[in-house]
T-cell receptor, first 114, second 112 residues
Framework: DVKVTQSSRYLVKRTGEKVFLECVQDMDHENMFWYRQDPGLGLRLIYFSYDVKMKEKGDIPEGYSVSREKKERFSLILESASTNQTSMYLC?????????????FGPGTRLTVT | QQQVKQSPQSLIVQKGGISIINCAYENTAFDYFPWYQQFPGKGPALLIAIRPDVSEKKEGRFTISFNKSAKQFSLHIMDSQPGDSATYFCAASWNAGNMLTFGGGTRLMVKP
């Protein structure tokens, strides 16, 4: 079974703090993704990585950065957290070579910025 | 601007009924249309997907209907069960599924 794990289920941070969200996948997938999920807006792509040290901006990259130093690990960084970044953050991975293009999601991290 | 519009936002169906969720898209370059199902406390999981070369795909009680000319696609859940209660997301992609654009989600409740 594909497993995508996220470092925290719940996180509370203060405005201006630097926040790290970690994601690890165990299926040797090339692609990894960070989304944020907000009611009524669905899932919006923040960043996407197709290889180690490679990244592409998604639809809403402002205020975020990412790091992928190892194939299995993809980190999302909020350089200076703001209250409008309070949200559910979902990590996903997929194989570059699978015909189904299926993305496998972690359980999410609910981040509250106060 | 949301490129994939999903409706309704919430849906209540009696057990045994048909649940229908609709999505419309704008980008004609989209060539892959998956539906994801999300239970509370879990991440979304792929339910069923379709490519635009077919008008319908069925897997068990779940069917995607696709209308390329109208740029619309829908999910039909036949014989809906309380265990189907979840949030459903449609999505679309133009580059081999790598960059998915999701709809806003539909919260389905199936009453026993």
């Amino acid at each position: 079974d594909v497993k995508v794990t996220q470092s925290s289920r719940y996180l509370v941070k203060r405005t201006g703090e630097k926040v790290f969200l970690e994601c690890v996948q165990d299926m040797d997938h090339e692609n990894m993704f960070w989304y944020r999920q907000d009611p009524g807006l669905g899932l919006r792509l923040i960043y996407f990585s197709y290889d180690v040290k490679m990244k592409e901006k998604g639809d809403i990259p402002e205020g975020y950065s990412v790091s992928r130093e190892k194939k299995e690990r993809f980190s999302l960084i909020l350089e200076s957290a703001s209250t409008n970044q309070t949200s559910m953050y979902l990590c996903a991975s997929s194989s570059l070579f699978a015909s189904t293009y299926e993305q496998y999601f972690g359980p999410g991290t609910r981040l509250t910025v106060t | 601007q949301q490129q994939v519009k999903q409706s309704p936002q919430s849906l209540i169906v009696q057990k045994g009924g048909i649940s229908i969720i609709n999505c419309a898209y704008e980008n004609t370059a989209f060539d892959y249309f998956p539906w994801y199902q999300q239970f509370p406390g879990k991440g979304p999981a792929l339910l069923i997907a379709i490519r635009p070369d077919v008008s319908e795909k069925k897997e068990g009680r779940f069917t995607i209907s696709f209308n390329k000319s109208a740029k619309q696609f829908s999910l039909h859940i036949m014989d809906s069960q309380p265990g189907d209660s979840a949030t459903y997301f449609c999505a679309a992609s133009w580059n081999a599924g790598n960059m998915l654009t999701f709809g806003g989600g539909t919260r389905l409740m199936v009453k026993p």
